[in-house]
C-alpha cells in the first residue's frame, strides 16, 4: 500500500486546512497518510478541530512556525526528515511556503520517489519588497525541480505561477481547485438566520454586510472601511457591518475605523450595536453567512478565497476585487460583482449598488449554490488527488 506523507505549515483556519483534513480522512483506502503540521501562530485561532472531529490525529512539530527562524526551521527540516526515514513515504505531498520549502528539501535529501506541492495562495505580490520578492521566487523554482508534480488551485494560479512569474514549466502543473463539505450551509439557513441576527440585535429591516478572515495586511480591510463609509454617507437603507476574524491588524483597522468617523464595537465584549461589528473568530460559519446579505472581499492578493466559495453555497451576494483566483470561484455580475485591484471607487459603488438593489441581491443569490456545490466538494478533491497520486507512481515506476 503507497504511503502518502502529507505536510501543512500550520492548523489556522482556512481552506488548506479543510483539504488536508478531507485528503487524510477520505483518500481512497488504497493509500496510508500520515498528517504533519506546524505549531499554530499566537494571532491566529486554531482550527484543529477541523482534523480531530474527523477523527485524525495530526504529528505537531512545533519548531515549524509561521515566521522565519533558521534554528527552528533547521529543527523542523530535522524532524521531518526524521518522520520520512521512520514512516518511509512513497508520496510526499506538502501545502503552502514552509511546509513547501522544509518539506521538499527533506524528501529530496530522503530521495522520496514522488514529491507534490501545493500552492495555496502565493507570496509573489503585495506581500513584501521587491527584493525579498524576488528571493522568494528564485526559492521556488529551486523547489521546483525537486518536486514531481506542483497544483494550482485556480487556471488564474497556474498562469501566474508559469507565466507571470516563471516558477516552472507549465506541464508541470496541474490544477486540482480546493474541496469543502458545502451542505451546511444549505440546511436550516432561515433558523442559523435568525439565531445569528438575534445574537447581534440586528433588525429585520437591516442589511448585514460582512468580511471574512485573518486581519493582515494582504487582506486590505482598510479598503472595506473606506467602502462601508461610503455607503453609509450615499444610502437611506439601514446597514450593518460585520469583521469576522481576528489578527495582527486589529488595532491599525480599529484606528481606521475611528480616523473615518465609523462607530464599531466588540461583539465579544458588549452587547451594544454600532454600524461596524467585530466579532473576532467564530467557528460556526454557516450560521454567519446565513445571517448577512453581502459577503465581501478586499485582498492584494488570493488564491481561492473560502469566503467567497461559501458565500455562494449560503446563496449570498458578493461584492469583490478581482485578485489571484477569484474568477476561476465566482460568475461575474452573476453570483458577484468585481471591481479592479484596491479600486476604491469601482469597490465603493459596487457595494453601494448590492445595498440599494434588493432585487439585484436576490437575482445574484439564486446561482450560488448551484454553481459551487460540485465543483468545490471534497469529494470531487480526493477523486483529483488520488487519480494524480496513482498516475505520478506509475510514471516512476516506468523511469525505474
Known amino acids: 500500500m503507497p504511503k502518502v506523507l502529507r505536510i501543512i505549515n500550520r492548523f489556522n483556519l482556512g481552506g488548506p486546512v479543510y483539504n488536508v483534513a478531507y485528503l487524510t480522512k477520505y483518500l481512497s483506502k488504497n493509500f496510508e497518510t500520515l498528517l504533519v503540521g506546524g505549531a499554530k501562530d499566537a494571532t ?15 504529528t505537531i512539530i512545533a519548531e515549524m512556525k509561521r515566521a522565519i527562524s533558521p534554528i527552528d526551521d533547521y529543527i523542523a527540516y530535522k524532524k521531518i526528515k526524521k518522520i520520512i526515514l521512520e514512516f518511509k513515504p512513497d508520496i ?118 460582512i468580511i471574512v478572515g485573518r486581519l493582515v495586511p494582504i487582506k486590505n480591510h482598510i479598503l472595506f472601511l473606506k467602502a462601508l463609509k461610503f455607503v453609509q454617507e450615499n444610502t437611506n437603507n439601514k446597514i ?78 458578493i461584492v469583490s476585487v478581482n485578485v489571484g483566483g477569484i474568477e476561476d470561484v465566482v460568475l461575474i455580475n452573476q453570483t458577484a460583482l468585481l471591481s479592479a485591484n484596491d479600486d476604491l471607487q469601482a469597490f465603493s459603488n459596487n457595494l453601494l449598488l448590492c445595498v440599494e438593489d434588493e432585487e439585484l441581491r436576490k437575482k445574484m443569490s439564486q446561482k450560488g449554490w448551484e454553481h459551487v456545490k460540485n465543483k468545490f466538494h471534497y469529494t470531487r478533491l480526493v477523486n483529483d488527488m488520488n487519480n494524480l497520486y496513482v498516475e505520478l507512481l506509475e510514471q516512476k515506476n516506468k523511469k525505474s
Open 240 to 317: 450593518r457591518a460585520f469583521i469576522i476574524g481576528d489578527g495582527e491588524e486589529r488595532a491599525t483597522i480599529e484606528a481606521q475605523a475611528k480616523q473615518l468617523d465609523i462607530d464599531f464595537v466588540d461583539a465579544t465584549k458588549t452587547t451594544k450595536t454600532a454600524l461596524l461589528t467585530f466579532t473576532s473568530w467564530v467557528k460556526d460559519t454557516d450560521s454567519v453567512y446565513a445571517g448577512a446579505d453581502i459577503v465581501t472581499l478586499t485582498s492584494f492578493n488570493e488564491g481561492t478565497p473560502v469566503s467567497l466559495i461559501e458565500a455562494q453555497a449560503a446563496n449570498k451576494a
Open 92 to 209: 510526499v505531498h506538502t501545502h503552502a511556503s514552509k511546509a513547501g520549502t522544509l518539506g521538499r528539501l527533506a524528501a529530496a535529501a530522503c530521495n522520496v520517489p514522488v514529491v507534490v506541492h501545493t500552492f495555496h495562495g502565493h507570496v509573489f505580490h503585495s506581500y513584501f519588497g521587491k527584493l525579498k520578492t524576488s528571493i522568494y521566487k528564485n526559492i521556488e523554482r529551486y523547489l521546483a525541480k525537486k518536486t514531481n508534480c506542483i497544483i494550482a488551485i485556480s487556471e488564474k494560479q497556474k498562469q501566474e505561477l508559469a507565466e507571470a512569474y516563471s516558477i516552472c514549466k507549465p506541464e508541470k502543473i496541474k490544477v486540482i481547485p480546493l474541496g469543502f463539505d458545502l451542505q451546511k450551509f444549505q440546511d436550516k439557513q432561515i433558523e442559523k438566520r435568525n439565531s445569528f441576527r438575534t445574537k447581534y440585535n440586528i433588525a429585520d429591516d437591516e442589511i448585514v454586510i
Open 44 to 58: 491566529e485561532d486554531s482550527s484543529e478541530y477541523i482534523v480531530t472531529n474527523l477523527e485524525i490525529t495530526p
